[in-house]
């Protein structure tokens, strides 16, 4: 369960306020999948930094399953984000001095997790890159760094996983792949998601969609067509 209420955030840029997020209040149940959208610089990814206690809201607070994470210090915010929070970048953010299996075995190591790396072995066979993994970012197609970037995310089972621009960054076949497979970890492992995204038909596939635009919410539905059972992995 995520809730966020009175959500600002503010900037000072040229002695001007910016004001990114403004009085943001929203509820999130647990299981459900969600998608942002809305124009370039409407809020969404600093939505979606906020929600993982990447950043501190000007005021408001934010709830993670009963826990304020904005009443939390740094240390206390990261260890709550480690267990309960995956998070999918839309640049990857894989380190590059690592293979894949390394890649995917940081947050289970983290965590103090036994069988790190059987266990990130397990994902990258699961997300279909058990022949890469020994391989490192640089010798991986876009595709192919995604779902390392998806199998590190969901490697600590969290309860949500956060997904900004998951596919921004791939070509359309590729990007439909990814978030099928998205789609079917999440229904593995019962996780909340929330997906930022510019494809309303990527939005479309989620079980709700919210729209914010200059900082505040504009719409917030429920679709007609959620997500299906797709063909990949079957």
């Given at each position: 369960?995520?809730?966020?209420?009175?959500?600002?955030?503010?900037?000072?840029?040229?002695?001007?306020?910016v004001?990114?997020?403004?009085?943001?209040?929203l509820?999130?149940?647990?299981?459900?999948?969600?998608?942002?959208?809305?124009?370039?610089?409407?809020?969404?990814?600093?939505?979606?930094?906020?929600?993982?206690?990447?950043?501190?809201?000007?005021?408001?607070?934010?709830?993670?399953?009963?826990i304020?994470?904005?009443?939390?210090?740094?240390?206390?915010?990261?260890?709550?984000?480690?267990?309960?929070?995956?998070?999918?970048?839309?640049?990857?953010?894989l380190?590059?001095?690592?293979?894949?299996?390394?890649?995917?075995?940081?947050?289970?190591?983290?965590?103090?997790?036994?069988?790190?790396?059987?266990?990130?072995?397990?994902?990258?066979?699961?997300?279909?890159?058990?022949?890469?993994?020994?391989?490192?970012?640089?010798?991986?197609?876009?595709?192919?760094?995604?779902?390392?970037?998806?199998a590190?995310?969901?490697?600590?089972?969290?309860?949500?996983?956060?997904?900004?621009?998951?596919?921004?960054?791939?070509?359309?076949?590729t990007?439909?792949?990814?978030?099928?497979?998205?789609?079917?970890?999440?229904?593995?492992?019962?996780?909340?998601?929330?997906?930022?995204?510019?494809?309303?038909?990527?939005?479309?596939?989620?079980?709700?969609?919210?729209?914010?635009?200059?900082?505040?919410?504009?719409?917030?539905?429920?679709?007609?067509?959620?997500?299906?059972?797709?063909?990949?992995?079957?």
């Amino acid at each position: 369960m995520i809730t966020i209420q009175h959500l600002t955030m503010q900037l000072s840029a040229g002695g001007h306020i910016v004001r990114i997020l403004d009085d943001i209040s929203l509820a999130i149940p647990a299981k459900q999948t969600v998608a942002i959208i809305g124009p370039s610089g409407s809020g969404k990814s600093t939505l979606l930094g906020l929600i993982a206690g990447l950043d501190r809201p000007s005021s408001g607070s934010i709830w993670l399953n009963g826990i304020e994470v904005t009443a939390l210090g740094e240390q206390a915010t990261a260890r709550l984000r480690l267990a309960n929070v995956g998070y999918i970048f839309q640049s990857f953010h894989l380190i590059p001095t690592l293979t894949a299996l390394e890649n995917v075995a940081v947050p289970l190591e983290l965590a103090g997790q036994p069988h790190a790396h059987q266990r990130a072995g397990e994902l990258l066979q699961a997300v279909g890159l058990g022949h890469r993994l020994s391989h490192y970012p640089v010798q991986l197609s876009g595709g192919e760094q995604q779902r390392v970037a998806v199998a590190r995310a969901f490697a600590c089972r969290p309860p949500i996983l956060l997904a900004d621009e998951p596919t921004g960054n791939l070509d359309s076949a590729t990007g439909r792949q990814v978030l099928d497979l998205i789609m079917a970890l999440h229904r593995d492992a019962g996780t909340t998601l929330v997906l930022v995204t510019h494809d309303h038909d990527v939005a479309a596939s989620m079980e709700r969609v919210i729209t914010l635009r200059d900082g505040r919410i504009e719409s917030d539905q429920l679709t007609a067509h959620p997500h299906r059972e797709s063909e990949f992995g079957s």
